[in-house]
Structure formats: C-alpha cells, structure tokens
C-alpha cells in the first residue's frame, strides 16, 4: 500500500473519530445549555412550583385619584348639567428605604441541590402629594415575580394613628381618603416571602423618574452569594452569620434592579456550556498529537485503539457537563479528573508502553481537558489564555517534527 494511501486512510478515520465524538459533545453541550428543561429542570420546575423561584420584588405604585364636578351641556337634554369626573395622577416616592431579612438555607431534592431563601422586607416609601389638588391616596400592590408565597403583608400609614390597610393584590385600594397638597405621608409595607437562586428589588421600574434618596439594607445569614448587579453604590460589612449590604443613593435614575444572587453551582453553567462547545477541539487536538508523536518515537499500535483513546477525551467533558449538576466546580473537576485518570491508567500504558503513555500522551491529556477546561472559568483572560494554550501545543509539536526524519515515520515507510 503506497505512503499517499495508508496516510490518507488514517486521516479519513481520525477525522471520523473526531466528527462521532463532536456529535456526542455537542449535543452534551445542548443539554447543559438547558437551564430550565431537562431531567434537571422538570426537577427545578417541581421545586419552583412549591417553594417559588426568582424574585422579583415589584414596587407599589402610588397615585392621588381627585374627583370633581364639571358642567357640560347635555345635547339629548338641551340643557347644562354637572358632571363628576376622576383624575388620577401618579405620585413617585420621594424617597424609600428597605430593610430585608435574607435567611438562606440550600435545600435538597432528589440528590439536587437548590439555593433557597426566605425573605423578610419591610418597606417605607416617603410620599408627596406635590400636585395642587386635594384626592384620595391610593396604592396599586403587586404579586412579587415568581413568588408562589406570599404572607404577613400589611400597609400602614404611622402618621394616622398607625392605620392598616389590607390591600387587594394586583389592584389599587385607597390608603388616605384625603390627601392634601402638599401633605407628606409615609407608607410603611412588610411582607415575607420564599424564592430560590436570585432576590432582587425592581429598582428599575422607577427608570423615568428621578428618586431623591434611597436607602436599603440586606441582611444576609451567608457568605455565599454575589451582588445582582455592581451598578448600584453599595458597601458589604462582614458580620458572624454573614454580610450586611448597604445601598444608599441620592438623585438617581436607574435601568438596574438591586439584590443578591446565589449562583453556587449554577453560576458555571454557563461557562461549562461555552466549554463544551469548544471540547470538540480538544478531542481533534489530542488525537492528532497522538498520531503525530506515535510516529516520532516510533510508537506502534493499531489504528483501532485511536477510537479508545479518543473516548478517553470525551468522557471527561460529559463526566463536567453533568456531575455540575450535583457538585460543586471544585469536586466536579476532581471527581472528573479521577475517573478520566483511571480510563486512562488502565488502557493506555498497555498500548502505547508506559514511557509514552505517562510522558508524552498523558501530559497532552491533561493540558487539553484540565488546563482546557480551566480557561473557560476565567472569561476575561479566556481569548488570551486559549491562544497561548494552543499555541504552546503547536510550538512542542513543531520542535518535535522538525526534529525528526519524516521519511522514517512507520505510516510512510511501511
């Protein structure tokens, strides 16, 4: 068989290893993407149904809803009658402060971990009627975005002999059946509900309007958790359970939500998906330097055991796609490295000898799935790093070929 021949074979069958084990990685890499489905999301859907999921606190929108008489001639009865009329204008807090109790506690369901908390608020919006009419103050309440829960909600004006109202949710009530120009009221809201991964208020809602002051406090029992959004000024104050977050603006208009996020383990899906869809690579690269270096050290073994090899390199990105989903990106890893390790310890030293095997084919392995993987953790060096890490792979392959005769490689001697 001519050297064109057996080398033209060879890649055909690499590039049909290679094109097997992109199918399986990306449709791997498919279902990480699926946050929300899957056999993990009909579990997340379950538990959302019963505990709540993301919230959203919405704000209650305030207004001054004035009534008054207005003479209009009625064209049926020829003459001038008086007719009531309503206006309603919207009142923007002057200023709002809220207190939340975070009290977080990562729940378990079938082997699943999930990040739930529970939440205390209490809310006081400071209100001006800053029109010239005098009119009833009413407030609209919301449900909170994905709460499923919903207790202990009262308003209470302090002003007024601490009136309580109950409110109807999803509709206005009136707070103040008068409310006079001028006149200042605050309104105080307490509430508790449940929710899982993220809490945040919707700050954004007042967007087209300017609040002169707003203070929050959030109060959390844990360590573990990120700002929902680095936009806001805020301070984090260490205590014994966990932090104190302190938001405190003056003036502001904003398109941001403030709150926290518990991201544990789902904070890498995102980066693991990106991973996988890269993984393919890994797998042509790994293969490729087998080959090339199996030819330099004069290393012989059947083509077939190229498929093994190869399955080597794909177990380990499908053992990170779905152990994610139970640990934590540390353990996830090192559970992923053992057992890629053991595959690799138990066949490969009996094909390839124990020299090549352990130093020459196993360094590649693990710089194209441990230090591969590891560049994807780190987005804002992921370009660079990647362009190093690839470059570095080339460069010791050059050195190697440049270095040895390829007229003596076994595929093109025979």
Do not use: C
């Not at 009413?138 to 994905?146: F, G």
């Not at 002051?213 to 109060?219: G, P």
Request: proline share 3%; glycine share 6%; charged share 15%.
């Amino acid at each position: 068989m001519k050297a064109s021949t057996r080398i033209f074979g060879m890649l055909v069958w690499l590039g049909a290893l290679v094109l097997a084990g992109s199918i399986i990685l990306a449709l791997t890499a498919a279902r990480v993407g699926e946050h929300r489905s899957s056999t993990y999301g009909y579990a997340y859907s379950l538990f959302q149904q019963g505990w709540g999921g993301e919230i959203g606190i919405v704000p209650p929108v305030f207004s001054l809803e004035r009534k008054y008489k207005e003479t209009q001639y009625n064209k049926d009865a020829k003459q001038y009658e008086e007719v009531e009329k309503t206006e309603r204008y919207t009142l923007v807090p002057k200023s709002i402060n809220i207190d939340t109790n975070l009290d977080y506690a990562e729940k378990i369901r079938s082997l699943l971990v999930f990040n739930a908390f529970e939440v205390n608020n209490r809310e006081i919006y400071t209100i001006v009627n800053n029109t010239q009419y005098a009119g009833a103050l009413q407030v609209k309440v919301s449900t909170p975005e994905n709460a499923n829960l919903l207790y202990d909600y009262t308003i209470a004006i302090p002003s007024k002999e601490n009136l309580t109202v109950r409110p109807i949710m999803n509709n206005s009530v009136a707070l103040l059946p008068v409310f006079a120009p001028g006149e200042e009221a605050d309104v105080v809201v307490t509430y508790s509900t449940k929710g899982m991964d993220i809490y945040k208020y919707n700050l954004s809602a007042y967007q087209n309007n300017v609040i002169q002051e707003l203070t929050a406090d959030i109060k959390l029992n844990t360590d573990n958790y990120a700002i929902y959004r680095e936009g806001i000024p805020h301070t984090e104050t260490p205590t014994a359970d966990g932090a104190v977050l302190r938001f405190d603006v003056k003036d502001f208009s904003t398109t941001q939500d403030l709150g926290v996020a518990f991201l544990e383990k789902q904070q890498y899906l995102n980066q693991i998906q990106n991973l996988m869809r890269f993984s393919p690579l890994s797998l042509a690269l790994f293969l490729l330097v087998v080959f090339m270096l199996s030819q330099i050290f004069d290393v012989r073994f059947n083509a077939f055991h190229f498929l093994f090899l190869g399955m080597i390199d794909v177990f380990y990105y499908l053992f990170v796609a779905y152990l994610i989903r139970f640990f934590g990106i540390v353990p996830t890893f090192g559970i992923s490295i053992v057992l890629t390790a053991v595959m690799f310890v138990l066949y490969a030293p009996n094909v390839l000898g124990r020299w090549f095997a352990f130093r020459v084919a196993g360094v590649y392995l693990f710089l194209l799935t441990v230090v591969f993987s590891l560049i994807f953790l780190m987005p804002i060096f992921q370009g660079l790093l990647f362009v190093l890490l690839i470059f570095v792979i080339f460069m010791s392959l050059m050195i190697f070929v440049g270095r040895s005769d390829i007229s003596k490689w076994h595929i093109v001697a025979g």
